[in-house]
């Protein structure tokens, strides 16, 4: 039996799918035909139901990814490729604290809730308060939230959270942030970008040399998908390319010490003599040969 209240899935033999709340008296209907709310309330999940025109349903259980697939949108959501990453990365679940700015339609913001469970919280940030109603909204419909925050708040005035175990920035110069993101975060969290240009992750990347960041990677991820036929097994004709770079690093003091030790070949000394040079740091080779010649 299905409680009131749950979310559930029914897939018709023509592989729509359609997300809904179980409420009572509330029946569904499509062209397919109308079941009954009382037959999916008396139901199991995995069971295959009947319309009233004989037409079989699938009732399945709403997962996260179909929750977030259900979600209202009035700007660009996160995919489901890069949701899973970023999740994973940042280290969302139970007692960890991450913070957000950008929260959009809310679909990051739906995994991080749901993957922090009861005990870890998410604070979230957006500009523009129809985004922040809308994901609200979209929250309280996925059945999550409970442990959100979401502050009607610009960070570029700072922001609304301390000692955050992880950051998460989706704006368009996450760079112009940087400070305020580090003073928000304790020492060794994990930060956390999206950006989809070549040109802005240059940018960000100029931007963390002269700051504390340790571990930076750059990932795109793309996803296609396979036909689920035995006989014939195949890549499908089209697949989510690239939506976006996700760019990772650890907040982390780095000395000139430690950078000198890393092992250089020649393009690696030709790449820190640049960066040398665009601080304003002594050129290394120069610093050694002058040593040598003061001995």
């Not at 009954?36 to 999940?45: E, L, M, R, V």
């Not at 749901?114 to 957006?126: A, K, N």
């Not at 040399?209 to 991820?221: G, K, Q």
Request: aromatic share 8%; with cysteine.
């Amino acid at each position: 039996m299905i409680d009131w209240g749950s979310l559930y899935v029914l897939m018709t033999p023509k592989g729509r799918r359609y997300i809904r709340h179980l409420k009572e008296g509330e029946d569904w209907q499509s062209t397919d035909g109308i079941l009954s709310a009382d037959a999916i309330h008396s139901s199991d999940f995995g069971s295959i139901l009947h319309t009233h025109v004989g037409t079989p349903i699938l009732l399945q259980e709403a997962t996260l990814a179909d929750r977030l697939k259900g979600l209202k949108r009035q700007t660009q959501i996160i995919y489901d490729k890069d949701i899973a990453a970023i999740c994973l990365t940042l280290g969302a679940g139970p007692g960890r604290t991450i913070v957000e700015a950008g929260c959009g339609s809310g679909g990051l913001t739906t995994a991080l809730s749901f993957f922090c469970g009861p005990t870890g919280r998410v604070i979230s940030h957006d500009a523009r308060e129809e985004f922040v109603a809308l994901a609200r909204r979209n929250l309280t419909w996925a059945g999550l939230g409970e442990n959100v925050t979401i502050h009607h708040h610009d960070v570029g005035e700072g922001f609304l959270a301390e000692n955050a175990d992880a950051l998460f920035l989706d704006v368009r110069t996450p760079w112009t942030y940087l400070d305020h993101a580090i003073n928000a975060t304790k020492n060794g969290a994990t930060f956390g970008f999206l950006l989809p240009t070549v040109d802005q992750v240059r940018q960000l990347l100029l931007a963390m040399e002269t700051r504390p960041f340790a571990n930076i990677e750059i990932y795109e991820l793309l996803k296609r998908g396979w036909k689920p036929v035995a006989d014939r097994l195949r890549p499908m004709d089209r697949m989510t390319a690239h939506t976006g770079f996700l760019i990772f690093a650890r907040k982390q003091e780095i000395s000139e010490e430690f950078l000198s030790w890393l092992p250089k070949g020649t393009r690696e000394r030709k790449q820190e003599s640049a960066r040398r040079e665009r601080l304003g740091l002594e050129d290394a080779g120069d610093s050694e040969r002058t040593s040598g010649e003061k001995e």
